[in-house]
């Protein structure tokens, strides 16, 4: 099959709006389009009002029966979601698929925004918003410029039998660190992989991040206990940065703001201001 992109799209009814993937999700709420959206997935965290729509399941792992039953009139996902036996069923079924493309950089973020606006037919929406969005990458540029040095940061996705899933280049990880000012100690490794002992130790990050709101709970004792960190700068100082999960690696409007946090968390000495106010940012994660 071949899915849709928005520019192929017919303005046709966007009434009933099933939304796949939460950057995709939180852009149509920026929108102002929140209450077209009738499905979400697991993914689709923010803003709370997503978080209470009828939940289709996982992005990768979607069932036709499943999002039919809602009744969409078009279903927006991001790049990636599937299987592509379910995305068959939906084609078959005429329901518009819009496929929104994945990227994890300023221009990715821009890029969707635009996306998901042609495809609702919001597309003066989605240059305000856009813009209000390119504003706030402006001004996060300027702070990373003027803070002092880099620190070695590592991403650990997960840990568990003793070894640790961390997010090396090509990854979301890495595109936030990137932004943040931030040097990945794992940049050697490529993907989302189990790092070896050695290797962390000697990678000597000053910091580990990890994500909150997940099935797994990773605190310091967890991570710090693990080989791979226990003899770094980063076990002797207990550093550890705990950041919600779809906010730091959703490279959704709200990306600058990640960046913004994660960039003062990893420099404890700058004085980073905030970023101007934003209706669309306003509420805090859950």
């Known amino acids: ?46 803003p709370a009002a997503a978080s209470r729509k009828p939940d289709v399941g996982y992005s990768r792992a979607l069932s036709p029966e499943g999002v039919l039953s809602i ?7 991001a790049e990636g979601a599937g299987p592509r036996s379910t995305l068959d069923v ?63 940061a590592v991403f650990v996705l997960s840990a568990s039998g003793g070894a640790a899933v961390v997010g090396g280049s090509g990854t979301s990880a890495d595109a936030i660190f990137r932004l943040a000012g931030v040097t990945n100690a794992m940049a050697a490794i490529k993907g ?34 693990l080989p791979a960190f226990a003899g770094t700068p980063a076990a002797r100082e207990r550093r550890l940065v705990t950041m919600p999960g779809s906010f730091l690696l959703g490279f959704g409007p709200r990306t600058p703001r990640a960046a913004r946090d994660l960039a003062a968390a990893l420099h404890p000495g700058a004085r980073l201001p905030e970023l101007p106010p934003r209706q669309w940012a306003a509420e805090k994660d859950q």
Request: glycine residues 8%; aromatic residues 4%.
């Open 192 to 225: 989302f992989k189990p790092a070896l002992d050695e290797a962390a130790m000697s990678a000597e990050p000053d910091a580990v991040v990890v994500m909150k709101g997940g099935g797994q709970v990773l605190d310091a004792d967890t991570v710090f206990s």
């Open 71 to 77: 009744g969409p009139s078009l279903i927006l996902a």
């Open 1 to 46: 099959m071949s899915e849709l992109c928005a520019a192929e799209v017919q303005k046709g009814d966007t009434s009933r709006i099933v939304a796949i993937g939460g950057a995709v999700t939180e852009i149509l709420f920026a929108l102002g389009l929140g209450d077209r959206v009738v499905a979400v997935d697991q993914t689709s965290r923010y």
């Open 90 to 152: 939906l084609e078959q079924a005429s329901v518009p698929v819009v496929l929104i493309p994945e990227a994890h950089d300023k221009a990715g973020v821009l890029a969707k925004i635009a996306a998901v606006a042609q495809a609702v037919g919001e597309e003066e929406k989605g240059r305000a918003l856009a813009a209000e969005v390119a504003a706030d990458f402006s001004a996060l540029d300027e702070m990373v410029k003027a803070l002092p040095g880099r620190p070695r």
